[in-house]
């Protein structure tokens, strides 16, 4: 190809380029406006509330006086705290542990393939389906103290009844033993697709090495599930870190604050008094989406470690 011919193509390739950034940014930009507007806006608002003192007054007149980190502040000196922060944290894990332990194990027991496995599979799914109102709305009449189904089984094996929704001690067990029942389908649903992905060859090649079940699963399958059980305890620790609904329909927190995280206390101070604190329920917000921020972070930070 002589120089000229190379001078004559070289204009041609130039709006060819041009033409693919401009279709680039055409399919990027509804995905940039969406997060703007429902991702990147919310939280600045939130933010923005957080480091004023709004009254309902100033929140729909604007005005409002800033106060820096003054709700920050109050929020930390609050007697609630430490109980919201422990529920927060108690609920989170004890979920997380039980929704991944027993959606592993069952994720197993249908990799087998037997017959019925796949209708069984999504019998499973149900719970997921469900709007969470009707769950939650499940289990607190399964819950009730005086006419519920687990207190009436409980009954007729000899066992006290137990007050599960309106005792201190039992109503944070209570909204766990729910949202684990929840969040266990996720989990299968994953951990199953994972399970697919792992070549039968190898479990066959353990086999004839003599490994026992249970050491073909925590030589074999575990360790290449890694990758796929580290963005399933991800996901389900972002969900269930912020889960509101489900604990205020069952118990709003109570009895004295025994159930109350960081979602429910938050709604609380914004919308659940009579004189509304929507700067220290932004600020409880905020702190919420810290903790998220900070595990998923960990995450990629853990990610790249494995991949370099």
């Known amino acids: 190809m002589t120089r000229a011919e190379v001078a004559n193509a070289a204009p041609a390739r130039a709006p060819r380029r041009r033409s693919g950034q401009w279709t680039a940014w055409g399919f990027l930009t509804p995905v940039v406006i969406y997060l703007a507007a429902f991702y990147a806006w919310p939280l600045y608002r939130n933010l923005d509330l957080s480091l004023h003192k709004y009254t309902v007054r100033s929140f729909v007149q604007g005005g409002a006086p800033f106060s820096g980190l003054d709700n920050y502040r109050a929020v930390i000196a609050n007697p609630t705290f430490w109980p919201a922060l422990t529920h927060t944290v108690v609920f989170t894990a004890v979920s997380l542990l039980f929704q991944f332990t027993i959606g592993m194990a069952l994720a197993v027991f249908f990799a087998q393939n037997f017959r019925l496995s796949a209708t069984l599979r999504a019998l499973f799914l149900v719970p997921w389906l469900l709007p969470l109102i009707v769950s939650s709305s499940t289990w607190s009449w399964m819950m009730n103290s005086d006419s519920g189904v687990i207190n009436s089984l409980l009954q007729g094996l000899g066992i006290d009844p137990v007050n ?50 249970w050491q073909r699963f925590w030589r074999v399958t575990f360790p290449l599930l890694r990758p796929v059980s580290a963005i399933t305890l991800l996901l389900g620790l972002v969900y269930t870190v912020k889960v509101f609904d489900l604990i205020w329909i069952m118990t709003k927190g109570g009895p004295t604050d025994s159930s109350t995280t960081f979602a429910t206390w938050s709604y609380k101070l914004s919308f659940g008094n009579l004189l ?33």
């Not at 309106?166 to 299968?188: C, E, M």
């Not at 409880?284 to 494995?306: D, E």
């Open 164 to 213: 599960w929704l309106t005792s201190p001690s039992w109503a944070l067990t209570s909204v766990i033993i729910a949202n684990v029942w929840i969040g266990i389908p996720f989990n299968l649903v994953v951990l199953y697709s994972g399970l697919q992905a792992i070549p039968a060859d190898l479990h066959e090649a353990a086999a004839l090495d003599g490994a026992s079940g």
């Open 276 to 308: 509304p604190q929507f700067g220290p329920g932004a600020a409880v917000g905020n702190l919420l989406i810290v903790i998220a921020l900070v595990f998923g972070l960990l995450y990629i930070r853990t990610q790249r470690k494995a991949m370099s």
